[in-house]
């Protein structure tokens, strides 16, 4: 793969790899919280908070990452407050690129998730509480494991999105060789040079491959989960 | 522990369509919420589990108070020790049957029965390792019951547990029900719109009827009063008797011995001095002033006629005691006129062998 890729090539392969990792990882607790309070929580915030997870999905990418830069910016509040406190520094690093994949990726993420939740009889979960388990337990208990399919279902759509992450990304940080080029990045800078086409050419071939498997993984999962679900309401013995 | 007042509860609260206004007492043993669907029967045990909380109530199992409207107490359900067994199971459907009944232990600690025990109980030890999605209803049910029991409940709540079963998984899964209630100090609340499962299996019956507490009673009195025919249904009504097995005849009929003489039934499984609870349907017992000579029936008892009560149609039912027991008998006011009948007469009842069916037999374990 490294003969085949060239070194920079490789280099954006590999940052995407990254930067996608981390994105999936860390957003996956808040991917779940926010999938369960929109499917089993009543709340008077519960419309707004339900169009901002799918603003992303809407907004022009540029505008995401505008946001994203004017929030996250050193001179951001968010930002200045993360490099004060913790050093943390978001803008033309590879952990912006990683924030806005998460960001970008979210919207896909929390609708796998709450679907799997929503397919999740609370009947099962009132029978839980009724042998003993507090709320908390029957969650670790009784609905994630239901919706595990699902929940990595979530995490694999994510991944796949913010492989291909490109206007918020080059937009908040910029497309720095090495630093925040990721994949598409590269392919669009490939694009700007004469001769690059082989580059191009392999690279989105990457690209396809990646998503043609996350697509793949994220549908037999999610089949998993109706499968699991269903389990009890056969009702045939042999179903 | 207090035999007399194992369970009480007071619970009221408004809905949308109807209101439910319902306090009851009641004793150790099967308390069975008797009524209609829609009359309220769900609703007031979601509330003793703490699945829905209503406007008002009071909710005290042996002395422990699981709420109290008054005194501002609420256990959230997993606190209740409550182990309630759903009309749909409700397995885990990503365990297998042990890891079901497991389930609760992990909660509840505390002495009580093992897996194998349960299992050995309810007979599902050869479905240990399988998935609910691969178990019949009955099986299904019999686990559900199992998992409730592991759980240490303090009390048990069976919302119509056998009602999605058909009649041979129903007779399948009564006697582990009435072992439990013998075998137990768990109390029972236990719903159901089927007589002959309340007549096996309560010890006290609460009728229950648009929300509120038509009848509440030991199973025997409320079973046997006249007054009650209409609400328990004119086709169902019938008397309960406590009787033990004799003897098993050769020509297939098993010889009972009750208050009021001998009856023959046909042929049982229970051995020889087991005690039954054998309910005789009141369209099944005839009355007649002189003992019957040259009839077919072959039960016969005698006994005295303490209440009759006449509705508008053409049916009238008459209340019997016989020995320390009561038999309803369901006639025509024309044979009631035409006999005399009135409080104090006495009569001979006539009961035909072959009507007290199997499902009108429960068996009772132990000292109960």
Same mark, same amino acid.
């Given at each position: 793969m490294?003969d #085949?890729?060239g070194?920079?090539? #490789?280099?954006a392969?590999?940052l995407? =790899?990254?930067?996608?990792?981390?994105?999936t990882?860390?957003? =996956?607790?808040?991917?779940?919280?926010?999938?369960?309070?929109?499917?089993?929580?009543?709340?008077?915030?519960r419309a707004?908070?339900? &169009? /901002?997870?799918? /603003?992303?999905?809407?907004l022009?990418?540029v505008?995401? &990452?505008?946001?994203l830069l004017?929030?996250?910016?050193?001179?951001?509040?968010?930002?200045?407050?993360?490099?004060q406190?913790f050093?943390?520094?978001?803008?033309?690093?590879?952990?912006?690129?990683? /924030? !806005?994949?998460?960001?970008? !990726?979210?919207p896909?993420?929390?609708?796998?998730?709450? =679907?799997?939740?929503?397919?999740v009889?609370?009947? =099962?979960?009132?029978?839980?509480?009724?042998?003993?388990?507090s709320?908390? #337990?029957v969650?670790v208990?009784i609905?994630?494991?239901?919706?595990l399919?699902?929940?990595?279902?979530?995490?694999? /759509?994510a991944f796949?999105k913010a492989?291909?992450?490109?206007?918020?990304?080059?937009?908040?940080?910029?497309n720095?060789?090495?630093?925040?080029?990721?994949?598409?990045?590269?392919?669009?800078?490939?694009?700007?040079?004469?001769g690059?086409?082989?580059?191009?050419?392999?690279?989105?071939?990457?690209?396809?491959?990646? !998503?043609?498997?996350?697509l !793949?993984?994220?549908?037999?999962l999610?089949?998993?989960?109706?499968?699991?679900?269903?389990?009890?309401n056969?009702?045939r013995?042999?179903? | 522990?207090r035999?007399?007042?194992?369970?009480?509860?007071?619970?009221?609260?408004?809905?949308? @369509?109807?209101?439910?206004d319902?306090?009851?007492?009641?004793?150790?043993?099967?308390?069975?919420?008797?009524?209609r669907?829609?009359?309220?029967?769900?609703? *007031?045990?979601?509330?003793?589990?703490?699945?829905?909380? %209503?406007? @008002?109530?009071?909710?005290? *199992?042996d002395?422990?108070?699981?709420?109290d409207?008054?005194?501002r107490?609420?256990?959230?359900?997993?606190?209740?020790?409550?182990?309630?067994?759903?009309? @749909?199971?409700?397995?885990?459907?990503?365990?297998?049957?042990? $890891?079901?009944? @497991?389930?609760?232990?992990?909660?509840?600690?505390?002495?009580?029965?093992?897996?194998?025990?349960?299992?050995d109980?309810?007979?599902?030890?050869?479905?240990?390792?399988?998935?609910?999605?691969?178990?019949?209803?009955?099986?299904k049910?019999?686990?559900?019951?199992?998992?409730?029991?592991?759980?240490?409940? +303090?009390?048990?709540?069976?919302?119509?547990?056998?009602a999605?079963?058909?009649?041979?998984?129903?007779?399948?899964?009564? %006697?582990?029900?009435?072992?439990?209630?013998?075998?137990?100090?768990?109390p029972?609340?236990?719903?159901?719109?089927?007589l002959?499962?309340?007549?096996?299996?309560?010890t006290?019956?609460?009728?229950?009827e648009? $929300?509120?507490v038509?009848a509440?009673?030991?199973?025997?009195?409320?079973?046997?009063?006249?007054?009650?025919?209409?609400?328990?249904?004119?086709?169902?009504?019938?008397?309960?008797?406590?009787?033990?097995?004799?003897?098993?005849? %050769?020509?297939?009929?098993?010889?009972?011995a009750? +208050?009021?003489?001998?009856?023959?039934v046909p042929?049982?499984?229970e051995?020889?001095g087991?005690?039954?609870?054998?309910?005789?349907?009141?369209?099944d017992?005839?009355?007649?002033?002189?003992?019957?000579?040259?009839i077919s029936?072959?039960?016969i008892?005698?006994?005295?006629?303490?209440?009759?009560?006449?509705?508008?149609g %053409?049916?009238?039912?008459?209340?019997?005691?016989? $020995?320390?027991?009561?038999?309803?008998?369901?006639?025509t006011?024309?044979?009631?006129?035409?006999?005399?009948?009135?409080?104090?007469?006495?009569?001979h009842t006539?009961?035909?062998t072959?009507?007290v069916?199997?499902?009108?037999?429960g068996? *009772?374990?132990g000292?109960a």
């Open positions: 490294t #085949w890729l070194p920079e090539e #490789w280099q392969v590999a995407s =790899l990254k930067v996608a990792f981390w994105a990882v860390l957003s =996956l607790p808040f991917g779940i919280l926010t999938a369960y309070a929109l499917a089993r929580w009543r709340f008077p915030g707004l908070l339900n &169009g /901002l997870v799918h /603003l992303p999905l809407i022009p990418p505008v995401t &990452g505008y946001l004017l929030t996250f910016g050193r001179r951001g509040p968010v930002g200045a407050f993360l490099e406190t050093g943390l520094v978001l803008a033309f690093r590879w952990t912006g690129a990683a /924030l !806005a994949a998460a960001v970008m !990726a979210f896909l993420m929390v609708r796998a998730i709450r =679907l799997s939740i929503e397919a009889d609370p009947k =099962l979960e009132q029978a839980a509480a009724t042998l003993g388990a709320k908390l #337990w969650f208990t609905t994630l494991p239901l919706i399919p699902g929940v990595l279902a979530g995490a694999v /759509l796949a492989m291909g992450e490109f206007g918020a990304t080059i937009t908040f940080v910029s720095i060789p090495g630093e925040t080029r990721t994949l598409p990045s590269a392919i669009y800078a490939f694009l700007q040079v004469p690059g086409e082989a580059s191009v050419w392999r690279l989105v071939i990457v690209s396809v491959v990646i !998503a043609l498997g996350a !793949a993984a994220s549908e037999v999610a089949r998993r989960v109706q499968a699991r679900v269903r389990g009890e056969a009702g013995p042999d179903a | 522990m035999g007399d007042r194992m369970l009480e509860i007071a619970l009221r609260h408004r809905f949308a @369509e109807f209101s439910l319902v306090a009851f007492e009641a004793p150790q043993g099967v308390t069975a919420l008797f009524g669907s829609g009359a309220g029967k769900t609703t *007031v045990v979601d509330a003793v589990a703490g699945l829905m909380r %209503p406007d @008002e109530g009071r909710v005290v *199992v002395g422990r108070v699981l709420q409207a008054a005194a107490i609420w256990l959230p359900p997993h606190k209740r020790r409550v182990g309630y067994v759903f009309q @749909e199971g409700r397995l885990f459907p990503h365990l297998t049957v042990r $890891g079901n009944l @497991e389930y609760g232990l992990r909660f509840n600690a505390g002495a009580g029965p093992s897996v194998d025990e349960v299992a109980l309810l007979g599902i030890a050869s479905l240990l390792e399988r998935r609910p999605s691969r178990l019949s209803g009955g099986e049910q019999r686990v559900a019951i199992g998992r409730a029991l592991m759980a240490r409940p +303090a009390m048990l709540l069976m919302d119509e547990p056998l999605a079963l058909d009649g041979p998984r129903k007779a399948e899964i009564l %006697p582990y029900l009435a072992r439990l209630r013998d075998e137990t100090k768990v029972i609340l236990y719903v159901s719109h089927a002959d499962e309340v007549a096996q299996l309560a006290t019956l609460v009728l229950i648009e $929300g509120g038509r509440c009673g030991p199973v025997a009195e409320v079973l046997s009063d006249p007054a009650l025919v209409p609400q328990l249904g004119v086709r169902g009504a019938g008397a309960v008797l406590s009787a033990t097995v004799v003897a098993h005849d %050769p020509d297939g009929l098993t010889e009972l009750c +208050a009021g003489g001998r009856l023959f042929a049982l499984a051995p020889v087991q005690r039954l609870r054998l309910r005789i349907e009141a369209q017992v005839m009355i007649a002033l002189d003992r019957p000579e040259g029936a072959l039960n008892l005698s006994g005295v006629v303490t209440a009759l009560r006449q509705g508008d %053409p049916g009238a039912v008459v209340q019997i005691a016989v $020995g320390e027991e009561l038999l309803l008998a369901r006639i006011r024309r044979s009631a006129r035409a006999l005399n009948l009135a409080a104090g007469v006495p009569v006539v009961i035909k072959v009507s069916a199997p499902g009108d037999i068996a *009772v374990h000292g």
